[in-house]
DNA sequence: ACAAAAGTGTTCAGCGTACACCCATGC
DNA sequence: GCATGGGTGTACGCTGAACACTTTTGT
C-alpha cells in the first residue's frame, strides 16, 4: 500500500473551487477522473486530507499540484455533509475557492488521477460528479459577498490591467451593469489604483491606460479606518 | 459498549455558541465538564456526531439537551481543525452559532457529561477547554456581520421589546453608539415593526412602547427587493 | 416637584445616480 | 474618414449624521 493511501484521512477531503476571469466571464477549473468512483465525470479538484495536515494546507498541496502555483488567494466556503454525497462512504469535505488568473498558470492536466483539466463558463458547465455543483453555486454566492467589500477582484486579474476590465470584472461577478463614470470615479477616488504610463494597446480601438492596485497604500488605507467598497 | 459510544463518528463533532442578551451585555452559554479530557474546565456545549447523522442536525440535538429547545437560528462558523487542538485524538469540530432569548429557557446543568451550566458576559468569561475560545471569538465576528444586513437581532429579544432595549442590543453586539432619533428613524422607516398598544412597565421611568418583529412583512419586502440594514 | 428615561423634526453635507459628448486609435 | 471603444464633469435627490427640547412616569 502506498504512502498516500496508508496516511489519508478517509473521511475528510477538501475540494476547490477555483475561479478565473476569462474572455468576459467567469470560468471554474474542472477536471475529468481517471478513476472511479465516478470515472469519467468533471469534478473540482480536491482529495483527502493527510494524517498531520491542516485542512487549508491540504488545499494549497492540491492546488499545486492541479495549477502549478501557491501563495493564491484561497477562503472556506463551508462544510459539505450529505450522507450520501460521496458513494463509497461517508466523507465529510470542506469547500474552499480560489482566484487566479488563469492566464498565469498552466494547467497540469495528465496523470493518474485525471484525464483532462478545463476552463468552463460559470453559467455553461457540464454535469458535475455528486455535490460539486452545490459547492460551485455556494462559492460563487460567496465571492458576491466579498467583493463587495473586499478588494479581492483583482486577484483574477493580470498585475497591469484596465479600467473597463475591471468594471467588465465586478460586472460578470455581481451581474450588474455600472455606469463608466461612476464606476471609474468611485474606483479612483478610494485611491487604491496606481495609474501607469503605459497603455494596453491589445485592444484593436483606442489603447486603454493600465492601472495596478496599490497594495501598501490599501493597508494604509484600512488602518486609517477606509472601507472598500463598490 | 452503549449505543451512542458505538455510533459515534469519533473524529467528527460540532459546538455551538449560544449567544443571548441580558443584562445589556451579550452573554455565552458554557458547560463545566464533568469528564475527561478537560475535566472541570468550562467549555462550550459541543459532542461527537452520530453515523448517519448530518453536522446540523447533530448541533440541534446537543442544543435541546442543553437549553431544552428547538427552532432556534444556527448558523455555521467554519471548520476547526489544528491537530492537537483536542488531546486525545485528532478531531475536526464544526462550529456554529445559535441565537436565543435566555430568560426564555431554563439551562439542563446537571447530566453524566456536565456539573455546570451558566451564561457569562462575553467580556469576562473564564479560560475555555481547547480551543473553543477561537470558536467563540470567531462566532462574535460573524454574528456582527450578520445584524448589518440580516434581522436576526430579534432573535435574542423577547418576542416584545421596546425600541431602548433593540438600540441596546445592536450598540451592544458592534461595540457602537447610535444616535436615539436617526435609529428609531432608520428601523421604523424599513416598516418591519409592528408597534402593539401596550407599553412595558417593567422600567422605573416612563414606560416605553412595545413592539413585535413582524416577520411577514420582512418577507414581502425583501421579495420586493429591500435590504435590510442598521 | 423633580429626576430619569422616552419620545419627537429639521437641517446640512456627502454620496450615489443619471446623463452626453469628445478623443485616440485600427481598419 | 469612419467605426469602435476609451475617457471625462455636472446637477440632483436621497440618505446618513448632527443636534435639543418636551412628555410621561415613579418617587
Redesign the interface.
Known sequence: MPDWLKNR?K??STDTVIFGFDNNCIEVLLYKRAQNPSKGAWALPGGFLMQ?E??EEAARRILKDTTGVADIYLE?V??F???DRFPSW?V?T?GYFALVNPKRYKLISSGIFTLDANWFNIDDMPELAWDHQNIVDKALEKLQMRVLHKPIGFELLPDKFTLPHLQTLYEVVLDKKFDKRNFRKKIMHMGVLTKLNEKDRKGKKRPADLYKFNKQNYKKLVDQGMIFGI
Open positions: 484521512i473521511n475528510v498531520g491542516l485542512i472556506e463551508g462544510v455533509d450529505q450522507i461517508r465529510f470542506i
